[in-house]
């Protein structure tokens, strides 16, 4: 039987993944998805979507899919899948690898300022601007929705969930995005300041560097603190190379 690797997916680097194991013959791949978003874009291999029901519900699906790899390459602020595929690794003994991609380093010109939570940057934006750029996701805006001072630009690949600020236009797109077309952007709407989570990867860096070259403030909300142990590869070659050494 061929071996069988689950892809816990839902980012461009998981997508990447797929499509590299897709070349390797003689593998079976499967991408899950959370189900969160109802267009998630092409997608290579076989794919499930929604929860498993916790750690055990994904060891239960390790064992009853006869997974040989779990690879977790679901977004840096995911925490509780990493969490529960750490567990459910370790509980069925399925060897993982957690593809992470690097997070986002500030340049000589850039004016980031570094926050915990979505609740500290909302403290942060008076002072820095009254026109707001909010690359945060559709989850969570409920954190600036007492912000009635400020008006706010948010991109999201599907609607935001209120409670929401009252002085919001909604920008419906999903990256990859360029520098121009973000400065643009930028500019079209007169923003004084961005809040973005530190998602690193290419695909959506071209906002910072728009930033920069209008010379704008950036509010980053750090990544949440991984669980200690977690077997990491950078990039998709890395998880390549992880394969490799176990012969998959
Ligand atoms: P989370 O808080 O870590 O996970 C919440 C629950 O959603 C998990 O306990 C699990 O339910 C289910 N889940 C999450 N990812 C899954 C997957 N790939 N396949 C099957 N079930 C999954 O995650 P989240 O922050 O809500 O993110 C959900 C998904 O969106 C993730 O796949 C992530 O890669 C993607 N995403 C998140 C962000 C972000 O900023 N958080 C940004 C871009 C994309 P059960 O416990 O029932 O298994």
Do not use: C
């Not at 998981?14 to 991408?31: I, N, Q, Y």
């Not at 007492?146 to 909604?170: G, I, K, N, Q």
Request: proline letters at 9%.
């Amino acid at each position: 039987m061929s071996p069988h690797i689950l892809i816990l997916g839902g980012t461009t680097e998981a997508r990447r993944l797929a499509a590299a194991l897709a070349a390797r013959p003689g593998l079976r791949v499967t991408t899950s998805l959370a189900g969160r978003v109802t267009r998630p874009g092409e997608l290579v291999g076989e794919v499930r979507t929604g929860g498993f029901g916790g750690a055990e519900g994904l060891a239960a699906w390790l064992r009853t899919h006869r997974v040989d790899a779990l690879i977790d390459a679901t977004h840096p602020f995911a925490a509780r899948i990493t969490a529960n595929a750490l567990r459910a690794a370790a509980d069925t003994g399925t060897p993982l690898v957690v593809l992470r991609r690097p997070g986002w380093q500030p340049g000589p010109n850039d004016r980031w300022y570094d926050v915990g939570s979505l609740t500290e940057a909302a403290e942060a934006l008076p002072a820095l601007g009254r026109r707001v750029f909010l690359s945060t996701g559709r989850l969570g805006l409920a954190a600036f929705a007492h912000l009635t001072e400020l008006a706010f630009v948010v991109r999201s690949v599907e609607p935001p969930e209120p409670p929401l600020p009252p002085d919001l236009h909604v920008v419906l797109d999903r990256g990859p995005f360029d520098r121009v077309a973000e400065t643009e952007l930028l500019r079209a709407h007169r923003i004084d300041v961005l809040v973005t989570k530190d998602s690193g990867g290419e695909a959506t860096a071209p906002k910072l560097a728009a930033a920069r070259e209008l010379g704008l403030p950036v509010v980053v909300v750090r990544r949440p603190e991984p669980p200690s142990g977690l077997p990491l590869a950078g990039d998709v070659a890395g998880v390549l190379e992880w394969l490799d050494t176990r012969g998959l």
